[in-house]
């Protein structure tokens, strides 16, 4: 928390706190990233907001209905998901915008109560194989018989599924890691088996 101590001092104006999920209350589809970005969402307090991934993740979100703007700007800019809600494996910022193990275990519990709060049949889109590790933690499973691998799809028990994405980040972009085709249809399959309509 230091670190974030520091950050209020440089940057008074952004969030730099723990950032909650945002979206529908509803939500049958959980979308998982890592940690706040420390000029996106720690910044503006909403998960994948300001930084570049969230560029790709809302325009998907929007070309699918899951979104009612293609691009996320602020925590007050109107947006609404539907279906849908975003989350992260790490809360806050991580130094270095790079997680430790001790602070993705900090956070683990925060996600096994947004998980437990899901509909029995939600479905969870996990960006990278740190959100898909943390998923398995938070819901007690062993990581072994889960195995990360983009478009992959997993039954975890209780009628849920885990839907396996690269992370939307500029390095997976920009070395064609992922493409926004790829990353459309990971998000498409977690759509339609959270059998979200609109």
Known sequence: MAFLSDLRGDYPDYWNAPVPAFGDPDARLLIVGLAPGKHGAN???RPFTGDFAGILLYETLHELGLSSKPISTAADDGLILVGCRITNAVKCLPPQNKPTTLEIGTCNSYLANELEALPENAVLLALGGIAHRSILKALDLKQ???????GAVHDIGDSRKLVDSYHCSRY?????????????DAVATAKGLAGIVV
């Open 144 to 150: 072994s018989k889960f195995r990360f691998a983009h």
């Open 43 to 45: 910044a503006s307090g």
């Open 172 to 184: 997976n972009t920009q070395t064609r890691r992922l493409t926004a085709d790829m990353f459309r």
